[in-house]
């Protein structure tokens, strides 16, 4: 008899582990400062941390689970964050338009998802035009490419009028896109191309049975609406539009000590499983 597969613990990164030091978020008083870790450099500068707690609460998730980090990140930005503990084997990198395979993209995905983004969407050139236009330059300060996927633009919120988002959306849903406000960026995403397909090949290929996911923005609602048990941080953009689901915990905190919550309330639902407890998350 083949041993019971591991449950599959899907997470976003950004926002949901890992913070910038704007993202942290921390309400302690000052005397009570936080230990926090190191998770990503960018050019000779810090660039995202956890908490100490989370590191060794994600380390006891990998002994327990098959750990999938599941970000919008491109894989070269995947790369720079370094997690606690032995490496996944799986990872789901440019929101599910890249899976990688004991660190390699797997070509066939890739070719998978390209060709139904060629089918089911408008070419990603549209996209970007729409966004370059001359009137949109105040707010649309940088706009990026990842990995020839999706586009995202650098962005002055402040500056941003609300028409400017009706008008954008409506375009990206006539043009088989998706659009996702995240701090100083906006992302635009072909539909195929999301987490939750990925995370779904990814199950089929490690025959889980039992999922959790956590993260916090809209590119996230579809992998946390497919899992057995779910969490989402008190902030972000699935708490502005205040998204509830009967199997989804939303934390106490915000910032970074929500990612450490959500890290514990994950090694307790796989603590209680292992133990044959019944493991259903509370409201
Ligand atoms: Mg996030």
């Known amino acids: 008899m083949t041993a019971a597969p591991l449950p599959l613990v899907a997470c976003d990164l950004d926002r949901t582990l890992i913070f910038s030091g704007k993202a942290l978020a921390l309400a302690a008083p000052e005397h009570q400062a936080k230990s926090l870790n190191v998770v990503e450099m960018y050019e000779g500068a810090p660039q995202s941390y956890m908490t100490v707690a989370s590191e060794r609460l994600i380390t006891a998730i990998k002994a327990s689970?098959?750990?999938?980090?599941?970000?919008?990140?491109?894989?070269?930005?995947?790369?720079?964050?370094?997690?606690?503990?032995?490496?996944?084997?799986?990872?789901?990198?440019?929101?599910?338009?890249?899976?990688?395979?004991?660190?390699?993209?797997?070509?066939?995905?890739?070719?998978?998802?390209?060709?139904?983004?060629k089918r089911e969407s408008k070419p990603l050139a549209e996209v970007e035009a729409f966004l370059g236009r001359a009137d949109f330059a105040p707010w649309v300060l940088r706009l990026r490419r990842a990995e020839?996927?999706?586009?995202?633009?650098?962005?002055?919120?402040?500056?941003?009028?609300?028409?400017?988002?009706?008008?954008?959306?409506?375009?990206?849903?006539?043009?088989?896109?998706?659009?996702?406000?995240?701090?100083r960026k906006l992302y635009c995403i072909p539909v195929p191309i999301n987490k939750a397909t990925a995370l779904a090949?990814?199950?089929?290929?490690?025959?889980?049975?039992?999922?959790?996911?956590?993260?916090?923005?809209?590119?996230?609602?579809?992998m946390l609406h497919g899992a057995t048990a779910a969490f989402r941080?008190?902030?972000?953009?699935?708490?502005?539009?205040?998204?509830?689901?009967p199997h989804l915990r939303i934390t106490k905190h915000a910032g970074a000590l929500a990612g450490e919550e959500i890290l514990a309330g994950i090694n307790a639902l796989l603590d209680s499983k292992h133990s044959g407890a019944v493991v259903e998350p509370q409201k």
């Open 65 to 117: 689970s098959t750990f999938v980090p599941a970000t919008t990140r491109t894989v070269a930005q995947y790369s720079r964050v370094q997690l606690p503990g032995p490496p996944s084997e799986f990872a789901i990198t440019t929101n599910g338009g890249v899976i990688l395979h004991r660190g390699k993209t797997d070509a066939h995905w890739h070719g998978h998802m390209a060709a139904r983004v």
């Open 148 to 183: 020839d996927l999706f586009v995202y633009a650098i962005i002055d919120r402040l500056a941003m009028p609300e028409e400017f988002v009706a008008e954008l959306e409506a375009f990206c849903t006539a043009a088989g896109w998706t659009v996702s406000i995240q701090g």
């Open 233 to 245: 941080p008190r902030h972000g953009e699935l708490n502005v539009t205040d998204y509830r689901a």
């Open 201 to 222: 090949e990814v199950r089929r290929r490690t025959n889980a049975d039992y999922v959790i996911a956590a993260g916090d923005s809209l590119l996230d609602q579809d």
